[in-house]
Structures are given as structure tokens and as C-alpha cells.
């Protein structure tokens, strides 16, 4: 047995690390099979055609599987990927299309199955809380990658500014506790889901670099290139959280003084002027799931 990253080749078999890839895999090689039988000039048609990179056979059966062939099949599958699965998905997305609450969620999602053919799912998540003074929950999370094992941390997410997309993190408390961010809020544990699942992309993307892609970093601290990088990182979180919580107040006060120029009528009605600045700064943001 030998390990090939996302692909493990066993007593001459092929697994993959999810039953559902595994089923499809069979039927791919079930199709070439059947059209490499049934077609007439399949030579010429088969770089279209052809689903895997194992020869299709007749009723005869397969040859049996030499192991070197095998992994020089996976090698070229891999030298077949994207080296930019995560920018060149972002840049496929129609960003005013999608769920702009799960934004994140569909990054992560669209690079790990262009990367590894693995789906982002609950058990990456590892989340935790606790419990101040007050009663008052906070969470943090990290995600770890499904191959690489690497883990990554909840982050501080940016103010949004112009991305409406990101507005749910403008209303959350954060605080730092030994290293970590943690979230307070409405549904705080999804946001610090969301946090973690941010900074894995600042990194994956970062290491993209080469990638051509209009990518705003999502977090306030840096990304990073290796685990050990990462380790070594010295963050002052302290004057990360006081420019967002500047650039938080004067998003806002322009927000009141732009509701004041056209709503003038309103502020005989102080209740509903508020109420629309409100609304103003949360317009276009659907409910928490």
C-alpha cells in the first residue's frame, strides 16, 4: 500500500477518500468500456470521450494492473490540474449570482474539488467556545485540509465596505484570548466557521500568487506560504481591532449623515430615521441559517 494524496492504490484496486467519487470512478470506467466497444473509430475519438486514464478493454477482462503504470496514471491526473484551483475558481464565479452569505463557503467548496476532487464538509470544522464573566458565549474554529492535514485558524474578517457579502461579520464582537479570535453575536459559531474557513483562503490564495485573479483578502492578518511560516507569524491584534472598529465608526457615521441628505423628513421621526440607516446597512444581507 502506497499513499497518493487523495488516491490509494491497494491489493491492485483504486480508492478514493469518499464513496461517492468512488461510485462515479467505476461508472466512468464502465462508460469507456462500453463506448470503446461500441464505437467504430474510437482511436480518434477517445481524447474527447474517454472519462479515465486507464486504456478501456473488451469482454475479455483488463490485463492485469501493473502498480508502476498505476501510479504514473496518477501522476499525470496530477500534472493535469490547475496549480491555481482556488483563483480560478473565484474568477469563474458570477459574484452578484450566489448566495452572497455563503460566499466563502462556495470558494472553499469550487477550489478543494478543482485541487484534491474532495468536498469541503462539518468535519473539517473543529469549533469551540467559552464562557466570560457574563454568561456570554464566544467561538472560535479552525478547518483543517482534508489532505495536506494543515489547520487553519479563524481570522479577523475585514469590514466589508463595498462587499455586502461580508455585512454579517460588521455587527460581531471580536475578541482575542491567548492567540485565538473569537466570535460573539447572532450565531456566532457559524461566523467563526466562516472566520476559519476566510483565512484558509488568504493562504491558499496567497500561494497562488502567480494566479491572475482580482482577489480582496478576506482577513486583517497576513496570509502565509507553509505551516511553519504560519506558526511563526507575531500578530498585534490589539491595533488590527482598533482600525476595524475606526473604520467600522466612520462607515457608519457617513452612513447617517447620507440617510440624513435623503430622508431629511425623518429625523422629525428620530425612531424611523434610525430604523432606515439600519436597514440601509444590512440591505441585500440575507438571515443567518
Known amino acids: 500500500e502506497e499513499s497518493l494524496e487523495e488516491i490509494r492504490i491497494v491489493d491492485e484496486k483504486v480508492y478514493y477518500r469518499d464513496e ?28 474527447i470521450s474517454q472519462l479515465c486514464l486507464e486504456e478501456p478493454y473488451d469482454e475479455q477482462g483488463p490485463r492485469p494492473p501493473d502498480y508502476k503504470e498505476l501510479k504514473n496514471i496518477v501522476d499525470e491526473r496530477r500534472r493535469g490540474k490547475t496549480s491555481t484551483p ?27 474539488q478543482m485541487q484534491y476532487g474532495v468536498k469541503a464538509n462539518s468535519k473539517m470544522f473543529e469549533c469551540s467556545f467559552i464562557v466570560d464573566d ?12 482534508p489532505v495536506s492535514k494543515e489547520k487553519f485558524y479563524s481570522g ?24 485565538k479570535v473569537y466570535y460573539k453575536g447572532d450565531a ?24 491572475e485573479t482580482d482577489w480582496r483578502q478576506l482577513c486583517l492578518e497576513d496570509p502565509y506560504k507553509t505551516m511553519e511560516e504560519g506558526a511563526s507569524q507575531t500578530i498585534d491584534y490589539e491595533s488590527k481591532l482598533t482600525w476595524r472598529k475606526d473604520l467600522l465608526q466612520r462607515i457608519n457615521t457617513s452612513l447617517m449623515t ?16 434610525l430604523d432606515l440607516a439600519m436597514r440601509t446597512r444590512v440591505k441585500k444581507s440575507t438571515p443567518l441559517p
Open 20 to 47: 461517492m467519487t468512488a461510485k462515479h470512478a467505476a461508472a466512468a470506467r464502465a462508460i469507456d468500456c462500453h463506448f470503446f466497444r461500441s464505437s467504430v473509430n474510437f482511436e480518434s475519438d477517445k481524447k
Open 86 to 112: 482556488f483563483s480560478d475558481f473565484y474568477n469563474s464565479l458570477k459574484l452578484n449570482d450566489v448566495d452572497r452569505n455563503d460566499q466563502i463557503n462556495q470558494i472553499i467548496h469550487g477550489g478543494l
Open 134 to 145: 457574563d454568561g456570554i458565549f464566544w467561538y472560535t474554529s479552525s478547518i483543517t485540509h
Open 156 to 179: 479577523i474578517v475585514r469590514v466589508s465596505e463595498d462587499q455586502t457579502w461580508l455585512r454579517l461579520f460588521d455587527s460581531a464582537d471580536i475578541r482575542v484570548i491567548e492567540g
Open 188 to 211: 456566532a459559531s457559524w461566523l467563526a466557521n466562516r472566520a476559519a474557513t476566510a483565512r484558509a483562503i488568504d493562504c491558499f490564495m496567497h500561494r497562488e500568487a502567480n494566479g
Open 258 to 273: 447620507n440617510c440624513a441628505i435623503s430622508h431629511p423628513y425623518l429625523l422629525h421621526v428620530p425612531k424611523n430615521f
